[in-house]
């Protein structure tokens, strides 16, 4: 079965960068375009950014444009997500999404498989 | 950006009740449009998309209405189970892919 696992969640200072990765199985990982979405302690659902499944295109959401770089490496089936300028507002639990359906059909961006996320802290 | 509202933030109902959850688009989304139950400490699990079309394993008693701007989430009889926060998501206009703040489901 589909399955999804963060790692790379810490607690960082702001300013600071951090890698968070995610180890994807059960599915032919090259062929599905990908997601961040994240969670602010005790808050809703934000998505981040997506990477096509041949890592053609990209995408941001305004708050971490500039300062967040998502790559893949479809050799290892795995997700990626750079994130420099650290702040406090980037506190949040990160997860790795797959998008509903693969390859050009990048327009059903919903979500039926999620990791259980990392914890990311910015704070001094 | 597509902003979507959700109404009620809490909504307290009884087990066995039935219950209605709003999620409000500022502009078209078509039939775009997905939901999200999410328990504490868990990942969020997809319901809906298409705003009709229930995912795989869902329950019948959950099911998805609306087109364009209003769409509804209804939970035909609440099982204990069912008490978490629900969320609509719209992927007609992105990006930036869009959520709703949510819906707390409560115990009266």
């Known amino acids: 079965q589909v399955q999804l696992v963060e790692s790379g969640g810490a607690v960082v200072q702001p300013g600071r960068s951090l890698r968070l990765s995610c180890a994807a199985s059960g599915f032919t990982f090259s062929n599905y375009g990908m997601h961040w979405v994240r969670q602010a302690p005790g808050k809703g659902l934000e998505w981040v950014a997506i990477i096509f499944y041949d890592g053609s295109n990209k995408y941001y959401a305004d708050s971490v444009k500039g300062r967040f770089t998502i790559s893949r490496d479809n050799t290892k089936n795995t997700l990626y997500l750079e994130m420099g300028s650290l702040r406090a507002e980037d506190t949040a639990i990160y997860y790795c999404?797959?998008?509903?359906?693969?390859?050009?059909?990048?327009?059903?961006?919903?979500?039926?498989?999620w990791g259980p996320g990392t914890l990311v802290t910015v704070s001094s | 950006e597509v902003v979507m509202t959700q109404s009620p933030v809490t909504l307290s109902v009884s087990p066995g009740e039935r219950a209605t959850l709003s999620c409000r688009a500022s502009q078209s989304v078509s039939h775009n449009l997905a939901w999200y139950q999410q328990k504490h400490g868990q990942a969020p699990r997809l319901l809906i998309y298409g705003a009709s079309t229930r995912a795989t394993g869902i329950p019948a008693r959950f099911s998805g209405s609306g087109s364009g701007t209003e769409f509804t989430l209804t939970i035909s009889s609440l099982q204990s189970e069912d008490f978490a926060v629900y969320y609509c998501?719209?992927?007609?206009?992105?990006?930036?892919?869009?959520f709703g703040a949510g819906t707390k489901v409560e115990i009266k």
């Open positions: 998501q719209q992927y007609d206009n992105w990006p930036p892919l869009t």
């Open positions: 999404v797959r998008n509903f359906l693969g390859q050009g059909r990048i327009a059903a961006a919903y979500f039926a498989h």
